[in-house]
């Protein structure tokens, strides 16, 4: 039984809600600032700053990496392409010097005395007659180091010189 008041007692559902207040902190509650808690904070920023300039100096790093390992494969790759052309140049020397060879064993002399007296009406000189060749001669040589060095280019050489003197002789001024 309840006194007092004659009316009904609502259901909680149809109360007004009660504003929620924010608890006041007192002051108790708030930390002071101390001079352990400044130097604590001190302490956290500069360890965060140096965390920065690590992770700062490891990128800076690894970039620097990363570029120099990309220019050493560039460098590589053109070695490599150097390297190939090198091999297809010396390739095709032997291929031409091949041709040289056998050109030069191609060219028949009495083929050319025949040639030259039918078609051309050439005579070979009496005895009493006199005959003058002019022959180039080049004043100066030049011989680099890979001339010069192995068998093979000395053999080239020499081939190609014996050509040229074949060609020279023979050819019509």
């Known amino acids: 039984m309840e006194y007092g008041n004659l009316a009904y007692d609502l259901p909680r559902q149809y109360e007004e809600p009660e504003r929620r207040k924010r608890p006041q902190k007192s002051r ?61 140049l010396n390739e095709l020397e032997s291929v031409t010097s091949q041709m040289v060879f056998d ?29 003058y060749v002019n022959v180039k001669q080049d004043d100066m040589t030049e011989k680099t180091a890979d001339e010069v060095e192995g068998i093979g280019n000395g053999i080239i050489s020499a081939l190609k010189k014996i050509g040229s003197n074949i060609v020279e002789f023979f050819s019509i001024k």
């Open 28 to 88: 108790a509650s708030v930390p002071k600032v101390t001079k352990k808690t400044v130097k604590r904070n001190r302490e956290q920023m500069l360890v965060r700053s140096k965390n920065i300039r690590r992770i700062c100096v490891t990128i800076v790093v690894a970039m620097s990496a990363g570029f120099m390992i990309s220019q050493f494969v560039t460098v590589n790759e053109t070695k490599q392409e150097v390297a190939s052309l090198e091999k297809q």
């Open 103 to 131: 050109l030069e064993q191609s060219v028949d002399l009495a083929e050319i005395e025949k040639e030259a007296t039918t078609r051309l009406g050439m005579q070979r000189p009496e005895k009493y007659q006199t005959v």
